[in-house]
């Protein structure tokens, strides 16, 4: 298997820290920097918690690529500059995995476009974790059959964005197999906004955020008579890093955008 050279934004984050163990422990992955918003010119085993791990740390995206050698990108970052570090990426010709959630229609839209136009591969998967993708495709599967459906999703109270990239995508995976339909009682009225949540099309996302969570989601389902739930949680972040290694690896095939794990699992 031939190496794979990685350089990853957000190494100091919850999701980057996992990201940098699981490179340094996949025998054919080879961590050559990350980028960060602090620390610039020093090596990340200058600080606490990465002993050993003597990579450059970039504060310039630009400089980050014109100096090392770089296959893949993961971003795990915050939305506002994932979006950018991604788009950089794909202009200094090197493929992105990209974790960070919260990406507009119109971002994702000039991402895709982009990656077509330079012929890279571009993974965003707003949940790696391999558990999701298949309480995904299921949501999917009885929305066919029970198409009175809320999404409930829970994460912790350090998340910026608000529904959660997983719950986004169940809806968008739901609508494609349900007409847009009004949920509840025809005449209901909120008397504090915001009450029922979320409106995609008459179903109805609604967000937890609480210390103590790291990812959860369950998706409801009621018919006459009956209903079903189908959860996911994720307990650790390393719950996410299978799906990331996936990502790395398959990426190096691809010459298009793709968004979801779900469509590069057989
Ligand atoms: P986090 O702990 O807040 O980590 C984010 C990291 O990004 C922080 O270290 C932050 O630095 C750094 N950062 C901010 N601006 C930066 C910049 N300009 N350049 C470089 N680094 C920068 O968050 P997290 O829980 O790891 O999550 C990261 C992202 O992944 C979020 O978008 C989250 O929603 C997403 N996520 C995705 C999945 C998935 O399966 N796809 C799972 C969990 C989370 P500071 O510490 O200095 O602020």
New binding site residues.
Partial sequence: MSQIRVAI??P?????REAVKMVQQTDHFELVAV????YDGQLLSDIPDFPGVNVPIYTNIDQLFQNESVDVFID????E??YIHTKTALMYGVRPVV????FTNEQLEELKQLAEEKKLGCII?????IGAVLMMKFAQMAAKYLPDVEIIEMHHD????APS?TAVKTAQLIQEVRSPKTQGHPDEKETLSGARGANIEGMRIHSVRLPGLI?HQQVMFGGEGQSLTIRHDSYH?GS?MT?VKHCVDTIMHLETLVYGLEHIMD
């Fill in positions: 934004a957000g100091r984050g919850k999701m980057g980028l960060d918003r602090k795990l970052t915050t939305p500059v994932g974790g960070t959630t919260g998967a707003p949940n790696f974790a350090q998340k910026l964005d990239g990812a972040r996410f799906g």
